[in-house]
């Protein structure tokens, strides 16, 4: 069955960066896109990233202002999110999610706490 | 980029009874394929979000039929037509249509 594990969240101080992952099992990993969602009880289900199979393509949010770079190795099954200079309002639940239209998928989700 | 309204924002309902939720976005969900990237999602308490429907009223696999969605261009709705006690969660739609991909507010479902 289809499994999606995320891993690396944590406390962090602002400014700081984290790399989250998220390893994947179940399906042809080189054949999905794959993405990035938030969650946060103030601004709710967040849109950050995707990065299509072979990884030539990528989207982000423009209110991540570079700061957010997906990235995946197919090799293992994986895909990354390293966040860099992290900021009190990026606390939140970080899913992975099958898909880039559709996502079909979800992990259980990591929480990243952004805090001095 | 789209903004996704739901209304109601929470909704009580009786056991075995109807519910409806409506999601409108703010421009049309049809892509250039043809498709309308219309989803709803459901989220238990202490759970992920997960996939109901997509594409407007196909719904993912292990699904209930008690759940069915609806709609076209820039109006939605989800309807619950017997409400049972594990479907107690906040449930989502989400435009796939265009980037940043972004989603509605919730509607939180209670049972009365």
């Known amino acids: 069955q289809v499994q999606l594990v995320e891993s690396g969240g944590g406390l962090v101080e602002p400014g700081g960066s984290l790399r989250l992952s998220c390893a994947t099992s179940?399906?042809?990993?080189?054949?999905?896109?794959m993405t990035w969602i938030r969650q946060t009880p103030g601004k709710g289900l967040e849109w950050l990233s995707h990065?299509?199979?072979?990884?030539?393509?990528?989207h982000s949010a423009d209110s991540l202002k570079g700061r957010f770079t997906i990235s995946r190795d197919n090799a293992r099954d994986s895909v990354y999110l390293q966040m860099n200079s992290l900021r009190v309002e990026d606390t939140a639940v970080y899913y992975c999610?099958?898909?880039?239209?559709?996502?079909?998928?979800w992990g259980q989700g990591t929480l990243v706490t952004v805090s001095s | 980029d789209i903004v996704m309204t739901q209304t109601p924002l929470s909704l009580h309902v009786a056991l075995g009874q109807p519910a409806s939720i409506s999601c409108r976005s703010s421009?049309?969900?049809?892509?250039?394929?043809?498709?309308?990237?219309l989803s709803w999602l459901q989220q238990r308490p202490g759970q992920p979000p997960r996939l109901l429907i997509e594409k407007i009223s196909n719904r993912f696999s292990g699904v209930p039929d008690r759940f069915s969605g609806s709609g076209a261009g820039t109006d939605f709705t989800l309807k619950i037509s017997r409400v049972e006690a594990e479907d107690v969660a906040v449930y989502y739609c989400m435009q796939s249509a265009q980037l940043p991909r972004t989603f509605g507010q919730g509607t939180k479902v209670e049972i009365k």
């Open positions: 990065i299509s199979g072979s990884g030539s393509i990528k």
């Open positions: 999610a099958r898909g880039g239209w559709t996502n079909d998928y």
């Open positions: 179940g399906f042809t990993f080189s054949d999905s896109y």
């Open positions: 421009q049309s969900l049809v892509y250039s394929d043809g498709n309308t990237y």
